[in-house]
């Protein structure tokens, strides 16, 4: 099956620099990966999805590249605002499949 | 409306109860997901309704959990004599179409469980 592995598990960031989250998946015939944001005690929230007939796409300060050569994709965050501090989960799934096979997290610490 | 609603928001019970938790989802969304959150991890696949129908509950860790949706809206996660490996938090989420189309899943805020 599906294995989603996700890294770093935390990433500490001086407020208005970049942060990047890398992930990788096994299965290739993986083809949508969102990403989402957690804060603490709260829900998981989608911030940005790629689907795999992409190779990147932006939204405001976050983007998303995807490798499905390398079966990698990436979240970056520019700018970084204290407000981004949260722990951010990729997930990856497979069209015709009903499973979201999760990362383990990286808890981002934004430091104002 | 209203996003997806899930309740009790903390359960406490004793090793060996059975428990019930319960998910509204967002009016309309045909799909239904549950899924189990340890501390500190992502969450994990538990099982997946499309509307009525459970469609993939290969997620379900033992015989001792139970989910459905008999209407194709509110569904419940039952869970019988719980084990302390249980404590975890039990997201649910909905999403408009169909499970296999790939669409955004919204979640609700858990229910937290601990077992004692």
């Known amino acids: 099956g599906e294995n989603v592995e996700q890294h770093p598990s935390t990433l500490s960031v001086q407020e208005g620099d970049s942060a990047v989250i890398k992930c990788t998946y096994s299965?290739?015939?993986?083809?949508?990966f969102p990403w989402y944001k957690q804060e603490l005690g709260k829900r998981p929230q989608l911030i940005i999805d790629?689907?795999?007939?992409?190779g990147e796409k932006k939204d405001q300060r976050i983007a998303v590249t995807l490798n499905k050569t390398a079966k990698h994709f990436s979240l970056h965050i520019t700018e970084t605002q204290p407000e981004d501090s949260a722990v951010y989960f990729c997930a990856a799934s497979i069209t015709g499949g009903f499973k979201t096979i999760f990362g383990a997290g990286t808890r981002l610490f934004v430091k104002a | 409306g209203a996003g997806v609603s899930q309740s009790p928001r903390y359960k406490v019970a004793k090793r060996g109860q059975d428990v019930a938790l319960r998910c509204d989802p967002i009016s309309g969304h045909v799909s239904l997901f549950w899924y189990q959150q340890a501390l500190g991890q992502g969450p994990e696949f538990l099982t997946y309704f499309q509307n009525e129908a459970q469609l993939d509950k290969s997620g379900l860790p033992s015989d001792r959990f139970f989910a459905e949706r008999p209407e194709g809206s509110v569904s419940t996660l039952k869970i019988q004599r719980t084990q302390q490996e249980d404590s975890a938090v039990y997201l649910c989420?909905?999403?408009?179409?169909?499970?296999?189309?790939?669409?955004?899943?919204?979640f609700g805020d858990g229910t937290r469980l601990s077992i004692l």
């Open positions: 790629i689907r795999s007939n992409v």
């Open positions: 989420a909905s999403s408009l179409a169909p499970g296999d189309s790939n669409q955004p899943q919204h």
């Open positions: 299965d290739s015939a993986s083809n949508y």
